[in-house]
Every structure is written in C-alpha cells, then in structure tokens.
C-alpha cells in the first residue's frame, strides 16, 4: 500500500513540473451557503460546486455517481447494478445525516427508517448545478444537516432562441437511454421541458447468482417562470420519476425469487420572488410525494406513502453589497402512511417543524468575510431547540484563502421511530440527536492561478444516537427505539489539486482520510465493546482525472482507489461483520463533434476489476456505453 501511494505522489509531482498556461478566472456563484447569490471566492463554508460543464464531461449519467466522481470527502455504494438500494455518505457519515433538495424541495423519505434520501433513481439529465455544503448546516437547513447539505438545481432558461436537445445512447447489459429537452424565453416567460427514459437488463443485484436484474426509469422535468415585472417574478418547477426494478436479497440460501420495486417520486415547488434593490422577499410552497409497491417472495406486497408539505419565507436585506442579513420561516409537514396486502396492517403517522433563523452576512474588513447564523427549531413532539452557526473567509492576497466553520446540527426522530411497530414507551422521552463541527481550510494559488490546491481538516461529533432496534432492555423483552449514550465521532483530511499545463489541458487530484468511529452500541460503562468504524466508510480515497482536447476531440481518463471497508454480513453468518477489500477503477470517456452531432464514448471500469461495496452483493464489470447528442 505504502508504494502504492509513493507512486501516486511521484506522478502527481512530476505532473507539478510540467509547462503552464494560464487559467481563465471566471467566478462561479454559490446559493446554497447563504441561501442568498455568493461569489464562491469569498465564502467561509466547505463548499464544493459541480457546474454544468463538470456534469457534461464527467460521462456519468447518474447524479450520485457525478457528485461522488466530482467532490472529495463523498461516498456512494450500491447494492448491485443501477436503481438498486444505494448509500451515499458525506464525511463518513451515514446517509441519514446528509440533506438532499432539488429546487428547495427537501427529498428525504418521510415513509423510510432514516428519513433519508437514496439516489437509487435520479439521474444527471437536466441539471444546471450541484452545491456541496459539508458541515453542521442546521441553522440554515434545520434537522438532518450534521454531516452537510446538497442542494441540486435544475435548469432553466435566459435564451430568447428556442433550444432542442436530443440524447440517446446504448451501450452494456443491453442499456438504452434517450432523452428530449426544450428550453426557451418568450418575452417575460421562460420555460424548460425534459424528458428522459433509461431502460437496462441489468446485472445481477447477488454475487452468487447470474441472471439478469432488469431497471427501467421515466422522469420529466417541467419549469416555467414568469416576470410579472422588473421586480416580481413567479416560479413553477415541477418533476417527476417512475422506476421499476427487480432485485435479489443477500441470503445465500435464497434463490432468485424476481422480488421487485416500484417508485413514484413528485415534488413540486410555487415561488414568488420580490426583488428591490435592497429587500428580497421569497415566499415559497413545495410539496414532496413518494410511493414505493415493495413485493416480496411472489406473495407479500407493500405499499409505503411519504408526504412533506413546506411553506417556506425567505429574507434578505443588503446593507451593501458584501453586507446583509438573510432570515426567514420554515414550516415542514410531514406525514407517512403503510400497508401489507398480505396481512392488512397499517399505520398513519404525521408530524410537523416550525422553524425561525437569521444569517447575518458581512465584510468587517477589506479581505475579511464572516457569517453568524441561529436557528429555532420546534418539534411537536421533541419540543424546542436552537442551532448556531460561524464562517469566516480570510483573504490576504488574490493567491491564497483561509476559512473556518463552526457550527451546531439536529436531527429529531424520524416518523417510523415513533410510530412504526415499535415500543417507544414514551415517545416524548425519545431526544432529538445533537452535534457539533469544525472545520479549517486554506486554498492556495500557483504558476500564475494555474495550479490551485485546496484542504481542509474537519472534526464532527454527535451524541443521543437513535439507536435502531436497540435490545429492550427492560423486563418483556422485544425492541425499543432508544438513545443511545456513545458517541459518534469523525475527523478526517480533504486534500484537491487542480491543474492547467500545456501537456494535460486539465488534471485534478483528490485524496480523503477519514477516521470515523461508530459509538452508538458502545455505552457499556465496563468498556466491553470498541468502537469500529462506520460500515461502508474507506479510510483512504483517491482521486485522479485527466483531461485533454485533441483538435475536436475531448477526451478524460480518471481514476479511483479506495481502501478496504467494514459491512455487516446476512443471517447465514449471524450478521457477524465482514471486511471489503480495496478496489481500484480506471475509466475513460471521449467525445467529438461532426457534422452538428456530439458523439461520446464511455469506457467504465477500464481492467474489469473485481471488487464489492456491499457484503454478496454485485458491482458491474467493463461497461461500453456510446452515443449522440444534438443540440439544434
């Protein structure tokens, strides 16, 4: 390993020697860090941004594969092929401690265990930009931003000509894909329309077994804004997806038994924006909608429903042009419902947050930046808490940035820790988890801005774990949702590179250590257990990717090494734990121009390695995908 990683580090400098050009400075804006447009140059969060043209050379066609393959510090496991049971982790923490929303529209399941969001079905079609914000964000995001926040925007349009777009490709285990895009602005209305169909024979989702795992998924993207005048615009963004998958269970002793899932997933969003020149007013309502039909053994079927209903206010006030506060109202309603055909139980549940925050934004001096931010959160069964906030950027010179969050998260108990088949014997008594961050930054400039590189180091703790079907301990028996007394801790280093040289137009180099422990089953005061790393969680990533035009040819060759993970086994075993072994990937895309058509070549796992992140479950081998695209 330790030559591995030498060789590694000899490239990379070797690399550093070879003849620059200079970069373009074209400054990217950020929303998501202070809900507000931000210059990212002067933002003192962890933030990291996937722009469209990242998203369009990247050759991944699955969002969570784009955001994994493009921001350090992130990790996205399946089990199995594509649409299958995913896990994406930030900081090495679990899924479950990660928002998601696309438009503002919070994607969270209400009617899962963990209140999270899986990834299994969205894909990179329509995408404008991704916003990475790691760290404690509750005071702005609320319950559920410990570990960080990604906020996904979809497109829209500013061109008065009217825009079609055409994508289809094909490509291993019988892959389709083709997609259909219209954008336009007509005087004071813009609009864009997306459709999309994937459908794939798959792989399958066990290692033991080899037949086919089929997916399908349809989704559309429909978003229409309206200038009422120069200072009142009215927004509507709707999407929706259906996927159909078949999928195994890990049990060896289990045959394939063609188990299937059906999703349905809607979320809308209606806001109004009143922009003056020193007062914005954003009045927003959004409705999130889920339906997963689970069948089990040819003879049980499931129907799980999630519902969030949010009336959201939004406030900014610009003193001066680095200078304002940003408040607002979060009203969440959350309701989830579930039924077995098979044996007619049922449950509802519903539960509601009212939420208060402020932001306030300046510029004390001339190369300083600072925020400080605080939330109220009230729960109608936890009850009230309150979450802080502190960023600074420090700026000495056009080369060189400093950066510091510190901050506080939530994360109160899900709907299915109250009310699903449990024993929570006073749910009131059942506390919200609770936690705490820092993180330090510095981003350097080199051979005339061509070489930047950016690390970070982060330390996250949490305590009152929910613990998931904890051992009831009183007489009785059975299982209980409980809080657990450990303590759940991570601290790791975030280390990027980016490079212009004449030899390589682009090359970027990522590396993530993580030292994560999971404390929440080790509160025996005899200290009969140990923490273990979290499951699913590689110590060490690497990242590498290389870009190069040749005449009308763009080609990238990246890769990814990752280090050994811990998982828990299946009932066979006892679910007694299992390491995974390291594994190292090597893709390569191209793509060209003729005649008015874009042609791309996607080549996925280079050598065909063998390798899995999730206990007898499947990965794919070599992939081949190819394709056109037309824009006209």
């Not at 400075?25 to 860090?33: E, G, K, N, Q, R």
């Not at 955001?67 to 049971?85: A, D």
């Not at 999270?116 to 790691?134: C, H, P, R």
């Not at 109608?380 to 056009?398: E, H, L, Q, V």
């Amino acid at each position: 390993m330790i030559c591995r990683n030498l060789k590694i580090l000899f490239c990379f400098v070797l690399l550093l020697l070879s003849k620059t050009s200079k970069a373009e400075d074209i400054p990217i804006i950020v929303i998501s860090p202070g809900k507000t447009y931000q210059s990212l140059g002067t933002v003192g969060s962890d933030v990291s941004v996937v722009t469209e043209k990242d998203i369009k050379n990247s050759g991944n066609f699955f969002a969570s594969d784009v955001i994994s393959n493009n921001v350090i510090g992130t990790h996205f496991s399946r089990q199995g092929g594509v649409g299958t049971n995913s896990l994406f982790q930030v900081r090495g923490l679990p899924k479950r401690y990660t928002n998601v929303y696309i438009d503002g529209v919070k994607m969270s399941d209400p009617s899962t265990p963990d209140n999270s969001y899986y990834f299994n079905n969205l894909t990179s079609n329509g995408i404008q930009q991704i916003e990475v914000l790691k760290g404690n964000q509750s005071s702005l995001y609320g319950s559920g931003a410990i570990g960080g926040t990604i906020n996904i925007y979809t497109k829209t349009s500013n061109s008065e000509k009217l825009n079609k777009n055409f994508d289809i490709f094909t490509g291993s285990n019988n892959s389709k894909n083709i997609s259909f895009s219209l954008d336009q602005k007509v005087n004071d209305i813009d609009y864009y329309i997306g459709l999309n169909r994937y459908i794939t024979d798959g792989i399958s989702a066990m290692s033991h077994n080899d037949e086919d795992d089929s997916y399908r998924n349809d989704n559309i993207i429909l978003n229409v804004g309206y200038d009422i005048n120069q200072n009142l615009r009215l927004e509507n963004k709707f999407r929706a997806n259906q996927s159909l998958l078949n999928y195994d269970t890990s049990n060896e002793s289990v045959t394939d038994l063609n188990d299937r899932t059906s999703d349905k997933e809607l979320s809308y969003v209606l806001r109004l924006i009143n922009d003056n020149d020193y007062f914005n007013n954003t009045y927003t309502y959004n409705r999130y909608y889920t339906k997963r039909n689970v069948q089990d053994n040819k003879t049980t079927q499931k129907n799980y429903y999630g519902y969030r209903d949010s009336i959201n206010y939004n406030g900014i006030y610009n003193f001066s042009l680095d200078n304002r506060i940003v408040f607002g109202l979060d009203n969440e309603f959350e309701s989830a419902d579930f039924d077995t055909w098979a044996t007619s139980s049922a449950f509802e549940s519903d539960e509601a947050i009212f939420s208060q925050y402020f932001d306030i934004q300046i510029r004390p001096l001339e190369n300083f930046y600072t925020t400080l931010g605080a939330r109220r959160d009230s729960h109608t069964t936890a009850g009230d808490f309150n979450t802080y906030r502190f960023t600074s950027a420090f700026i000495p010179n056009k080369s060189t940035k400093f950066r510091t969050s510190i901050g506080t998260g939530i994360r109160f108990a899900t709907l299915n820790d109250y009310f699903y088949d449990t024993n929570v014997i006073v749910k009131e008594n059942l506390k919200p988890e609770k936690s705490h961050s820092i993180d330090l930054g510095l981003e350097k400039k080199f051979l005339e801005d061509n070489l930047i590189i950016d690390t970070s180091v982060f330390h996250i703790e949490y305590d009152d774990t929910i613990s998931n079907w904890a051992e009831h301990r009183q007489s009785g028996g059975g299982f209980t949702i409980e809080n657990s007394s450990g303590v759940v801790k991570s601290t790791g280093l975030e280390l990027s590179a980016r490079l212009i040289t004449d030899i390589i137009d682009r090359i970027t180099f990522g590396y993530t250590f993580v030292d994560a422990y999971d404390g929440e089953d080790c509160d025996n005061p005899d200290g009969s257990c140990k923490d273990e790393m979290p499951v699913r969680v590689p110590r060490h990533t690497y990242n590498a990717k290389f870009s190069k035009d040749f005449g009308n040819f763009t080609s990238t060759l990246k890769g990814k090494h990752q280090s050994e993970t811990r998982d828990y086994g299946n009932a066979n075993n006892s679910f007694a734990e299992v390491m995974l072994g390291g594994y190292t990937l090597i893709d390569f895309s191209t793509s060209t121009n003729f005649y008015g058509y874009n042609l791309f070549f996607d080549l996925n796992n280079l050598l065909n390695e063998k390798y899995q992140q999730a206990y007898q479950y499947s990965v794919p081998g070599r992939e081949l995908n190819f394709g056109l695209k037309r824009n006209f």
